[in-house]
């Protein structure tokens, strides 16, 4: 594919100067030019051509990498309204980090928009607009949902590893952000959408302007958008925790209701297995100080804690883009960009699963709400007040720089120098978590006032708690009554506001000088030559109640710290052959950087690739490339934080490995890696105590993560090869084949709870048991850490296949059709370089982190007849494996694979969604576009394995069809 960059400018440090540069540029380009008049050929030596992942100017744009390119009017031509809607729909991207269907996803990178190419994780993509690093937060994650759409020319994606060129973090490839450039007139856009069942709205709205003469140009885009979130229980594969099939209270449903329950009371019979009584729970409108009106707790009384969750967040983000420039004289030019964003996300889930036994924090025997008159432990669902989180994120952007050329023995050489600083502010509100505090008094002991009130606090002068309210958690949901949850001041002392802050600060100074050396017989011998100086710097706060361990919340503590990068490049480009018998063209690309950081040390990486025309129409390319990503501030010094984390122990002898898999049970019962011994019948119980009807199931003890100061960075090698051919005999057909092999070595990554346990008991590595504790007696795993660690390898082949063919037919119109395909032969990952050690395969494979698609295609077939045109585009995905949760629709239930053993799988069919678009353009420069996407309102297959989601359906599947609108009018 061919295409054009215009060089890169730098970027300013301070606000307050690009303010200024700003008016001035204004001015000038605005201004008419009373002065010398500027040599016209003077834009056109500026504008070099380059292509991302090399940096030499080129008059032949083909490279040996291979890049895919989204044009405006591709983008004009589909139904999304982000960069991050319009990347993941590649073939070549991976599950969506953090989707918008992930709704107990917690920390500072909820909330934004991330793409994943290769499915090697968000932090192996890098980012670049304008060919300049987009701000990073402290984990590394650069938020693509900073960039208003409304600004953006294209948007090229290098499928290569590039940090000969970029440096660190482009293992799996670059996304390429290009802004509008000498925009002249102006624009503006209005989109308005929803779901057919009438939710999820979404508007866009968009205004550009811009001018440009031979001094200068300047350009102003500005964007205001608003996603309404979408309910679970507004959809029948999400409105229960296990999906349509098993919509009842034994499948997922919390024993932690909102009705409440006294835990080991004497309501129903003893049971000697567990040496306990029942939970016990009110009977709905009867006294609750009257033990009599108690019963054993029923499956019924259950909650479903998906009917308070969204299914798709909520987003509002209103963006600014300024971009500049101003001829200074015939071979110089200052160039400025400015972006404003403020990004809003919305998250709610069920309130709070509150269990006093956690907490330490009984409803007292001296409260006057107990109907038994001694300590009692309990458990209660904050149903009234369910949890929130609101994501603010703030992002300034600026660069600023001078670029230009000059002369040196008759060839000419392009250079620029420039400074970047870009900084993003973050505040997050969470509202639903209780306050420890205020839980221990509000259920400590309490008593009737002479006003008829339930006051904190014993009776007497100077005994009463002032400020504080009582709480009856054994009240049901619904019920009235003194102490009930749904008392507006008992919510306010209950559950205060808690704010999250974090700060990230990225500064780069570069310079960089392009040109040619000296002619050899096939060509000229270009040169790239350059150094960088790279700040990263950054703050998370978690709020002091959560740091204190005083809140329900996930504990965390303060992520804080900065490194400093310096590197220097050298890229030479070498013709070999030209027109030649089988050597139209041969050509060499070699590059290498040397990076030191302040943190770790230095690196040196290298790049060679080679391009060769055999005949004009087939252009033969490959590469070699070395990469490297360096830990993260928050992989580095990133504190510790918690979670309830979702896993199903390979032990359980009826849902785990251990069923069906003799070496996996045998290994739970002989208490293998050091961990207790286990009964053959051994069951994991999930919160509350309760058995687990479900699977993955979410553990009733708080696990802990963390970051690691002794990490070093992962190293990676990319190899391509590929093709292109462009028959004579078939005008407006190019074909093109690429195949791609990643290796990561000594790979920085979060264990998860669930890899632990597999390496432990199915892949027999005892160093992986030393992690977790069990309790002796009942085998619950009650603790855990699963922190950072540079790991074994991670490995991944496929090939990227595409189709594009533009032809006309009288009378009927134009005609373009694109079928890009991408096969994955394999994704790997080995946990550490014990020989021992298996390999566990990830590919066509659906678990708790996301899936990996063996086959993703699309399909785009595009009409345009004079003023009217349509697009029609099929996005195919290939069918899933995951671990059988329910043995009644377990389909391969002998599946046995080297590194599980046996381990029963379930499989399910492909999927194919179906986008369609019908535009007009009107005799007053006006487009009306109309479309739907997901047209058949497809459903892609139940998932109980949950990935990139929180419910039981893929996080980047359609969740219903959409109907869309859309309007640009251009002055």
């Keep these: 594919m061919r295409y054009r960059t215009l060089s890169r400018g730098g970027e300013l440090r301070r606000s307050a100067l690009v303010s200024a540069i700003f008016l001035s540029l204004s001015g000038a380009a605005f201004a008419q030019d009373s002065g010398s008049q500027t040599n016209p050929e003077h834009a056109k030596r500026l504008e070099t051509v380059t292509v991302t992942g090399s940096r030499i100017p080129r008059v032949d744009v083909e490279t040996s990498q291979p890049v895919v390119v989204i044009d405006r009017t591709q983008i004009d031509n589909q139904g999304f309204t982000s960069v991050a809607d319009i990347l993941q729909n590649l073939t070549e991207v991976g599950s969506p980090p953090i989707s918008r269907a992930s709704a107990l996803s917690s920390g500072e990178d909820v909330g934004g928009y991330y793409v994943d190419l290769r499915n090697l994780g968000p932090e192996r993509t890098l980012i670049l607009v304008n060919g300049k690093r987009l701000g990073a937060n402290t984990t590394g994650l650069q938020d693509l949902g900073q960039i208003p759409v409304s600004s953006i020319e294209r948007i090229e994606v290098l499928k290569d590893g590039a940090s000969s060129i970029y440096g660190s973090d482009a293992i799996a490839g670059v996304v390429n952000v290009i802004t509008r450039s000498n925009f002249t007139g102006a624009e503006a856009k209005a989109y308005v959408g929803e779901y057919e069942q009438g939710d999820g709205k979404k508007q866009s709205y968009d205004f550009t302007l811009g001018t440009a003469n031979e001094r200068g140009s300047i350009m102003v885009s500005a964007q205001y958008q608003k996603e309404d979130p979408v309910w679970a229980k507004d959809r029948e594969f999400s409105a229960f925790p296990s999906g349509p099939n098993h919509p009842g209270p034994t499948d997922g449903w919390s024993a932690i209701s909102q009705y409440g329950y006294i835990v080991n009371a004497p309501c129903g019979p003893y049971n000697p297995t567990t040496k306990s ?468 070595k000594n790979v920085i990554a979060t264990d998860s709870v669930q890899n632990i346990l597999d390496d432990c008991y199915s892949g027999g590595i005892a160093s992986r048991c030393t992690g977790f504790h069990r309790d002796p007696s009942t085998g619950v795993i009650t603790s855990m850490y699963y922190g950072l660690t540079n790991k074994g390898w991670q490995k991944t082949e496929g090939y990227d296949f595409g189709v594009n063919y533009r032809f006309s037919i009288a009378s009927v119109g134009q005609f373009a059709a694109r079928w890009n395909t991408t096969y994955i032969d394999y994704l790997d990952i080995k946990a550490d370089d014990n020989p021992a050690t298996k390999v566990q395969p990830f590919n066509g494979i659906a678990n708790s982190a996301g899936v990996n698609f063996r086959v993703r295609s699309n399909l785009t077939l595009d009409w345009t007849r004079g003023i009217f045109g349509a697009t029609w585009t099929m996005r195919y995905y290939s069918g899933l494996a995951e671990k059988c949760s329910y043995m009644t629709e377990c389909n391969d239930p002998n599946h046995v694979d080297a590194f599980n053993g046996a381990q029963p799988m379930r499989h399910v069919a492909t999927t194919t969604f179906n986008d369609v678009q019908f535009r007009w353009n009107m005799p007053w420069k006006g487009i009306i576009s109309v479309g739907a996407n997901n047209v058949f309102d497809k459903q892609g297959p139940i998932l109980y394995t949950k990935p990139a989601s929180s419910f039981a359906y893929y996080g980047g599947f359609d969740i219903g069809r959409f109907y869309y609108l859309k309007y640009t009018q251009r002055f």
Excluded at 280 to 293: E, W
Excluded at 584 to 604: K, Q
Aim: net charge negative; proline share 5%; with cysteine.
């Design 277 to 744: 009584y029942p939970n016990c729970t009110l009977t709905p409108g009867s006294d609750p100080r009257k033990f009599a009106n108690y019963h054993s707790l029923t499956l019924d009384e259950y909650a479903n804690s998906n009917q308070q969750m969204m299914l798709q967040t909520g987003l509002e983000k209103t963006s600014l883009f300024v971009a500049g420039k101003y001829n200074l004289g015939d071979n110089i030019a200052f160039k400025t960009d400015f972006l404003y964003n403020k990004r809003i996300t919305l998250q709610q889930i069920a309130g709070y699963p509150y269990q006093s036994r956690a907490f330490d924090t009984p409803l007292s025997g001296d409260s006057y709400f107990n109907p038994l008159g001694k300590d009692l432990n309990f458990g209660r669902r904050g149903w009234e007040v369910p949890r929130t989180t609101d994501s603010e994120l703030e992002t300034y952007r600026w660069t600023a720089g001078f670029e230009g050329y000059f002369d040196l023995g008759g060839r000419t050489w392009n250079w620029d120098v420039g400074a970047m600083t870009n900084r993003n502010n973050m505040l997050k509100t969470n509202h639903g978590d209780f306050n420890l505090v205020a839980a221990e008094n509000a259920l400590g002991p309490s008593f009737l006032g002479a006003d008829g009130k339930v006051h904190c606090g014993k009776p007497g002068v100077g005994n009463e708690i002032i400020g504080c309210v009582p709480w009856n958690p054994l009240l049901p949901y619904g019920q009235a009554g003194a102490g009930s949850l749904a008392n507006a001041d008992l919510q306010a002392f209950l559950f205060p506001e808690y704010h999250d802050t974090g700060k990230t600060t990225t500064v780069d100074y570069s310079a960089n000088m392009a040109g040619t050396l000296f002619s050899l017989p096939a060509g000229d011998l270009g040169l790239a030559a350059g150094v960088e100086h790279r700040e990263e710097e950054g703050r998370f706060v978690p709020d002091a109640f959560r740091q204190a361990g005083l809140s329900s919340g996930l504990p965390a503590t303060t992520t804080s710290g900065k490194y400093r990068v310096n590197e220097a490049y050298l890229e030479l480009d070498a013709p070999l052959l030209r027109d030649m018998t089988m050597a139209r063209e041969l050509s060499v690309n070699i590059a290498t950087r040397y990076s030191d950081y302040d943190n770790f040390g230095s690196t040196t990486n290298s790049k060679f690739g080679f391009k060769w025309k055999p005949f004009d129409e087939l252009l033969v390319r490959g590469s070699w490339a070395q990469g490297f990503r360096a830990p993260t501030i928050s992989d580095l010094y990133g504190g510790t934080g918690g979670s309830f984390s979702y896993y199903t122990d390979p032990c359980d002898a009826k849902r785990g490995s251990a069923a069906g898999n003799a070496p996996v049970a045998a290994r739970c019962g002989a208490g293998f890696g050091g961990q207790p011994a286990l009964a053959a019948n051994f069951r994991q119980l999930g919160q509350g105590g309760v058995l687990c009807t479900t699977y993955p199931c979410q553990t009733g003890y708080q696990f802990t993560n963390g970051s690691n100061a002794n990490l070093t960075p992962e190293t990676a090698t990319t190899r391509t090869l590929g093709l292109i051919y462009n028959p004579h005999y078939v005008e407006g057909l190019d074909v093109s084949l690429d195949w791609y092999k990643i290796d990561i």
